[in-house]
């Protein structure tokens, strides 16, 4: 552990998954395969040009697949990788500590 009682692999873990989109995202696709319009629609507050980045950027991780299907109009859809999926727990936790972190300030 480093100083402050983290190690470099959270530094990793916070390069891969931190900001302010990116769980968001991995949350929407936890329902199941998006479209990008579907994406960008369930996401209030993102601009397509931050979506298209974040998602390459997942993808670049292995933590998004993207699949193109060469149709008129193109159509591409998004899912979570094994790795992606993986993160379920994460979510999950952060998710209960912020429950309790608002129920602490309505308090």
């Not at 692999?9 to 891969?16: E, N």
């Not at 929407?28 to 579907?38: K, S, V």
């Not at 859809?77 to 936790?93: D, F, H, I, R």
């Amino acid at each position: 552990m480093g100083k402050a009682g983290c190690s470099c692999p959270v530094t990793s873990a916070i390069a891969v998954i931190g900001g302010k989109w990116k769980l968001i995202i991995v949350c929407r696709l936890y329902d199941g395969t998006r479209r990008f319009g579907e994406l960008r629609k369930s996401i209030e507050g993102i601009t397509t040009k931050m979506l298209t980045q974040q998602l390459r950027e997942l993808e670049r991780d292995g933590i998004v697949h993207r699949e193109v299907f060469r149709e008129v109009p193109p159509k591409v859809e998004y899912t979570l990788t094994k790795l992606g999926l993986s993160l379920k727990p994460v979510v999950e936790a952060l998710s209960g500590w912020g429950e309790r972190f608002e129920a602490r300030r309505r308090n």
